[in-house]
């Protein structure tokens, strides 16, 4: 091997309305080395899902100047990645459920074994047992359905279709997040191997004991940009922590605002709530006019807490209090008629109706109130939304208006404004400025704090450890499901401590 | 300089959507549409009936062909009112066809003994029944509303031909008048401005759109999901009731082969509207200029000799027309 990298970006761009993903300047790039572990790390966002993707050919960025081997590289497609030699196993499922291990293993690569256009079913099974002998699973057998294997072993078939051809690239996206401690070693094991024989590894895991474990060197990306590579010896977990989230200005879009009285009523009591899969014993009190923040890795649990409490997801364990009396809402219906109201992480599948009117939207929660005998006229829709329009600083052409047409900020006000129209108790916030440029940020956590002061009990769901900080009143930390910490009132953490009992 | 925060996909289509027309952004945003909504079905209306009025100018262009088209177009729209608002909420009613037949069928039967006012409630409460039979293996039963309504299409006709042992029934006076003028037009009129008011003027109707538009802000933001999802195949059950009594009395008896294929009509007719069959938006007002188009293509057809074989093929490439012209396709990623 020469020293040239196997892998090199210099340069790599890419853009979505409203935020850049990833920006990567000539001089601030990254090289990889044929044969070594890299390691990727950053906090939810930081670019890396973007910069692998590129890598993977599923997204096309706005400016690159990546290199593979000495050669240009700028796949297309993912099967023209696949073909230069780059294999991903990503977080999420990668087989098709209804055909067998054999047809998963060679979808879209049946050229292997077809002949003048036939396939020859035999020829693939066979083919099968290799890639799947050489990771010795000899527990999966080529004609069973992938849907009948556990997740284990379906990551696992990924990773033999990844290795079967051969790759000079093996990119592992979070794929420990369903293994056992056995199947991680196992996992390790194999990346160690292929490694020896020459393959460059691209390991991505939000674990940074699994970072130091394994991987030879680590990258840290923060806001899209690299911010340092070093070699994983060179640095412990502390000090990666504080790479990962570290900024040199804090920005003012928070003030100390008047805190609630430490006497004020719980609104809110969870004991000992759980959802198997998701989280378990989560007990907290929630009071009124605070904001409690809920810090967390995705996946925590976090998100299936808030749903829980707004009734879209039901308790397996434990219970919850309203204002003293018992609270176990079916669906949202019933956690709204009790005043609870709930703002989504996805706020275009979950929050607005892209397509009906702003003023419709608006109303949309509130309509069982406002309509006589079921009779509601548009008109008295408009004029209320109009006010909130105002109120929220909405920009938009009037309350006839599409959310469609609205920028992310616009459209997230536009949810929050459906909550205004009656008084909540208690309101979840999910991520409530994702996607959200930093001047309409500013102005939505006034409108939050205010909500607050107002009286609101206000649990705050966030992937933005920032804005929990400034936002919350205390914060709680889950990790894998349960409390790992609670900071109380005034205790003013640190964004390192809070990261350090998340992961 | 925070962090860039994960990207919504989505918005690059809300981008996308922007650039329009001046007359269309205005038309668009009044009723909160595109323009092959609200400016594509009217020109096809007027286009249809000038084409026709060069081409057949001593036989279309007449008050009787006239008051023939407006009655005709008066059951297919009572049909299609029904199937509109299932259409808006994002599914699909196949059998209103059926239970057109099964209802007048019904109807006719129970007057012969009991008198008109007797068969009308019998009518309306056969479509009823049918309707409900869809939205609750649909909204309970989570069967999708194509294939119960598909199945309800053949339920409802054999029972049709079964209890009329495949004969026509004469009807009274009294419903025969709903089918001629000035019933006909009394009874559409209600309908219509009845089902127009519903769609926009109660939570029902707001309720519907949400859902069509996108369910699961609908069920986040309180919608008794279920309970809308089976008050509207009651509703097109009940349009399809009233249609039944209409045809029987236009035609003066209950036939068992009666409103065969209607579904068709009624759902071009929807489509042709400008309500897409995506759901989310559309309205009673569209539905109403689909049914005459439909009506006036099928009219003028006649008028100039098309053979019914090749009628029922230019039907059949106007819905797809229809549907190709109004899809949104950016809503549905995979199309099946």
């Given at each position: 091997m020469s020293d040239q990298p196997l892998l090199q970006i210099r340069h790599l761009v890419k853009k979505y309305p409203g935020t850049v993903a990833v920006n990567i300047q000539p001089g601030h790039g990254v090289s990889f080395a044929a044969g070594s572990i890299h390691a990727l790390v950053g906090e939810n966002g930081a670019g890396k899902s973007t910069l692998i993707g590129t890598l993977g050919g599923v997204v096309s960025p706005d400016e690159r100047g990546i290199s593979l081997d000495g050669v240009a590289f700028s796949p297309k497609s993912?099967?023209?990645?696949?073909?230069?030699?780059?294999?991903?196993?990503?977080?999420?499922?990668?087989?098709?459920?209804?055909?067998?291990?054999?047809?998963?293993?060679?979808?879209?690569?049946?050229?292997?074994?077809?002949?003048a256009g036939f396939l020859f079913p035999a020829k693939r099974r066979a083919l099968a047992a290799q890639a799947l002998d050489a990771l010795e699973l000899h527990d999966v057998r080529?004609?069973?359905?992938?849907?009948?294997?556990?997740?284990?072993?379906?990551?696992?078939?990924?990773?033999?279709?990844a290795l079967f051809f051969n790759p000079r690239v093996l990119i592992v996206d979070e794929m420990t997040a369903s293994l056992s401690r056995r199947g991680v070693q196992r996992l390790f094991k194999v990346l160690r191997e292929q490694a020896a024989r020459g393959v460059l590894i691209i390991y991505i895991s939000h674990y940074l004991e699994e970072v130091f474990e394994l991987c030879d060197r680590i990258t840290v990306l923060k806001d899209g940009t690299v911010v340092t590579t070093v070699p994983s010896g060179d640095v412990d977990e502390d000090q990666l922590s504080t790479l990962m989230v570290g900024r040199s200005t804090r920005e003012s879009m928070f003030h100390e605002e008047l805190r609630p009285e430490e006497s004020s009523d719980v609104v809110l009591r969870v004991d000992g709530a759980g959802i198997s899969g998701a989280f378990e014993d989560v007990s907290f009190d929630l009071r009124s006019g605070e904001i409690l923040g809920v810090a967390g890795l995705v996946g925590c649990g976090s998100e299936e807490l808030g749903l829980a409490v707004f009734g879209a997801r039901q308790l397996d364990a434990g219970s919850m209090q309203?204002?003293?009396?018992?609270?176990?809402?079916?669906?949202?219906?019933?956690?709204?008629?009790?005043?609870?109201?709930?703002v989504p992480s996805d706020r275009d599948t979950h929050g607005v109706v892209l397509r009906m009117p702003i003023a419709e939207n608006v109303v949309l929660a509130a309509l069982r109130w406002l309509s006589r005998l079921g009779f509601r006229a548009p008109g008295q829709d408009r004029h209320r939304s109009r006010d909130l329009i105002r109120e929220l600083g909405i920009s938009c052409r009037g309350p006839r208006d599409l959310p469609l047409n609205l920028s992310g900020g616009n459209r997230q006000r536009v949810v929050i404004a459906k909550w205004m129209v009656r008084d909540n108790r208690v309101l979840v916030l999910h991520n409530p400025t994702r996607g959200v440029d930093v001047g309409a940020k500013a102005e939505l956590y006034r409108v939050i704090r205010s909500l607050s002061q107002a009286g609101q009990a206000i649990l705050l769901i966030s992937d933005d450890l920032q804005e929990l900080l400034g936002l919350s009143d205390r914060l709680i930390a889950l990790r894998r499901g349960r409390i790992s910490t609670e900071f109380p009132k005034d205790s003013s953490p640190t964004e390192e401590l809070v990261v350090s009992h998340m992961i | 300089m925070t962090q860039n925060r994960s990207m919504v996909a989505d918005e690059g289509e809300a981008?996308?959507?922007?650039?329009?027309?001046?007359?269309?952004?205005?038309?668009?945003?009044?009723?909160?549409?595109?323009?092959?909504?609200?400016?594509?079905?009217?020109?096809?209306?007027?286009?249809?009936?000038i084409t026709f009025s060069i081409a057949a100018p001593d036989r279309f262009p007449t008050v009787k062909n006239l008051n023939f088209i407006l009655i005709q177009s008066a059951v297919v729209a009572i049909v299609a009112l029904g199937v509109t608002f299932v259409v808006i909420s994002g599914s699909i009613d196949l059998s209103v066809g059926s239970v057109v037949a099964l209802s007048g069928i019904c109807a006719a039967l129970v007057a012969v003994e009991h008198g008109a006012v007797a068969g009308v409630i019998v009518g309306l409460g056969t479509g009823a029944l049918a309707g409900l039979f869809n939205g609750i293996c649909f909204a309970y039963l989570k069967v999708p509303s194509f294939i119960v309504t598909l199945g309800t299409l053949s339920i409802a006709r054999g029972l049709t031909i079964l209890v009329s042992k495949s004969q026509p029934v004469l009807v009274p006076e009294g419903i025969a008048q709903l089918g001629v003028t000035p019933g006909i037009y009394i009874v559409a009129a209600i309908a219509l401005v009845a089902g127009a008011i519903l769609l926009r003027y109660t939570s029902f109707g707001r309720y519907t759109t949400a859902i069509g538009g996108q369910e699961t802000v609908a069920s986040h933001s309180g919608v008794?999901?279920?309970?809308?999802?089976?008050?509207?195949?009651?509703?097109?059950?009940?349009?399809?009731?009233?249609?039944?009594?209409?045809?029987?009395?236009?035609?003066?008896?209950?036939?068992?082969?009666?409103?065969?294929?209607?579904?068709?009509?009624?759902?071009?007719a929807v489509v042709l509207g400008g309500?897409?069959?995506t759901g989310g938006i559309g309205g009673v007002i569209n539905t109403v200029v689909g049914a005459l188009i439909i009506t006036i293509l099928l009219n003028g057809l006649v008028i100039l000799g098309v053979s019914s074989e090749l009628q029922m093929v230019c039907q059949g490439l106007v819905l797809i027309t229809a549907v190709l012209i109004s899809l949104d396709r950016r809503k549905i990623g995979i199309i099946k």
């Amino acid at each position: 091997m020469s020293d040239q990298p196997l892998l090199q970006i210099r340069h790599l761009v890419k853009k979505y309305p409203g935020t850049v993903a990833v920006n990567i300047q000539p001089g601030h790039g990254v090289s990889f080395a044929a044969g070594s572990i890299h390691a990727l790390v950053g906090e939810n966002g930081a670019g890396k899902s973007t910069l692998i993707g590129t890598l993977g050919g599923v997204v096309s960025p706005d400016e690159r100047g990546i290199s593979l081997d000495g050669v240009a590289f700028s796949p297309k497609s993912a099967p023209e990645a696949r073909d230069l030699g780059i294999e991903t196993v990503r977080q999420d499922s990668g087989l098709v459920p209804t055909l067998t291990v054999a047809e998963n293993l060679f979808l879209g690569r049946e050229s292997a074994f077809k002949k003048a256009g036939f396939l020859f079913p035999a020829k693939r099974r066979a083919l099968a047992a290799q890639a799947l002998d050489a990771l010795e699973l000899h527990d999966v057998r080529p004609n069973q359905l992938a849907g009948s294997l556990d997740l284990e072993r379906q990551k696992f078939v990924e990773l033999a279709r990844a290795l079967f051809f051969n790759p000079r690239v093996l990119i592992v996206d979070e794929m420990t997040a369903s293994l056992s401690r056995r199947g991680v070693q196992r996992l390790f094991k194999v990346l160690r191997e292929q490694a020896a024989r020459g393959v460059l590894i691209i390991y991505i895991s939000h674990y940074l004991e699994e970072v130091f474990e394994l991987c030879d060197r680590i990258t840290v990306l923060k806001d899209g940009t690299v911010v340092t590579t070093v070699p994983s010896g060179d640095v412990d977990e502390d000090q990666l922590s504080t790479l990962m989230v570290g900024r040199s200005t804090r920005e003012s879009m928070f003030h100390e605002e008047l805190r609630p009285e430490e006497s004020s009523d719980v609104v809110l009591r969870v004991d000992g709530a759980g959802i198997s899969g998701a989280f378990e014993d989560v007990s907290f009190d929630l009071r009124s006019g605070e904001i409690l923040g809920v810090a967390g890795l995705v996946g925590c649990g976090s998100e299936e807490l808030g749903l829980a409490v707004f009734g879209a997801r039901q308790l397996d364990a434990g219970s919850m209090q309203l204002d003293g009396v018992p609270y176990a809402p079916k669906n949202p219906r019933q956690a709204i008629a009790r005043g609870v109201a709930h703002v989504p992480s996805d706020r275009d599948t979950h929050g607005v109706v892209l397509r009906m009117p702003i003023a419709e939207n608006v109303v949309l929660a509130a309509l069982r109130w406002l309509s006589r005998l079921g009779f509601r006229a548009p008109g008295q829709d408009r004029h209320r939304s109009r006010d909130l329009i105002r109120e929220l600083g909405i920009s938009c052409r009037g309350p006839r208006d599409l959310p469609l047409n609205l920028s992310g900020g616009n459209r997230q006000r536009v949810v929050i404004a459906k909550w205004m129209v009656r008084d909540n108790r208690v309101l979840v916030l999910h991520n409530p400025t994702r996607g959200v440029d930093v001047g309409a940020k500013a102005e939505l956590y006034r409108v939050i704090r205010s909500l607050s002061q107002a009286g609101q009990a206000i649990l705050l769901i966030s992937d933005d450890l920032q804005e929990l900080l400034g936002l919350s009143d205390r914060l709680i930390a889950l990790r894998r499901g349960r409390i790992s910490t609670e900071f109380p009132k005034d205790s003013s953490p640190t964004e390192e401590l809070v990261v350090s009992h998340m992961i | 300089m925070t962090q860039n925060r994960s990207m919504v996909a989505d918005e690059g289509e809300a981008l996308a959507v922007l650039p329009q027309s001046g007359l269309a952004r205005l038309v668009g945003t009044v009723s909160g549409g595109r323009w092959q909504q609200n400016v594509l079905p009217f020109a096809a209306l007027i286009l249809l009936v000038i084409t026709f009025s060069i081409a057949a100018p001593d036989r279309f262009p007449t008050v009787k062909n006239l008051n023939f088209i407006l009655i005709q177009s008066a059951v297919v729209a009572i049909v299609a009112l029904g199937v509109t608002f299932v259409v808006i909420s994002g599914s699909i009613d196949l059998s209103v066809g059926s239970v057109v037949a099964l209802s007048g069928i019904c109807a006719a039967l129970v007057a012969v003994e009991h008198g008109a006012v007797a068969g009308v409630i019998v009518g309306l409460g056969t479509g009823a029944l049918a309707g409900l039979f869809n939205g609750i293996c649909f909204a309970y039963l989570k069967v999708p509303s194509f294939i119960v309504t598909l199945g309800t299409l053949s339920i409802a006709r054999g029972l049709t031909i079964l209890v009329s042992k495949s004969q026509p029934v004469l009807v009274p006076e009294g419903i025969a008048q709903l089918g001629v003028t000035p019933g006909i037009y009394i009874v559409a009129a209600i309908a219509l401005v009845a089902g127009a008011i519903l769609l926009r003027y109660t939570s029902f109707g707001r309720y519907t759109t949400a859902i069509g538009g996108q369910e699961t802000v609908a069920s986040h933001s309180g919608v008794p999901v279920r309970r809308v999802k089976i008050l509207l195949f009651l509703l097109s059950g009940v349009a399809a009731g009233l249609g039944g009594l209409v045809l029987a009395g236009r035609v003066g008896a209950a036939t068992p082969t009666a409103a065969m294929g209607m579904e068709l009509t009624a759902i071009a007719a929807v489509v042709l509207g400008g309500t897409p069959l995506t759901g989310g938006i559309g309205g009673v007002i569209n539905t109403v200029v689909g049914a005459l188009i439909i009506t006036i293509l099928l009219n003028g057809l006649v008028i100039l000799g098309v053979s019914s074989e090749l009628q029922m093929v230019c039907q059949g490439l106007v819905l797809i027309t229809a549907v190709l012209i109004s899809l949104d396709r950016r809503k549905i990623g995979i199309i099946k």
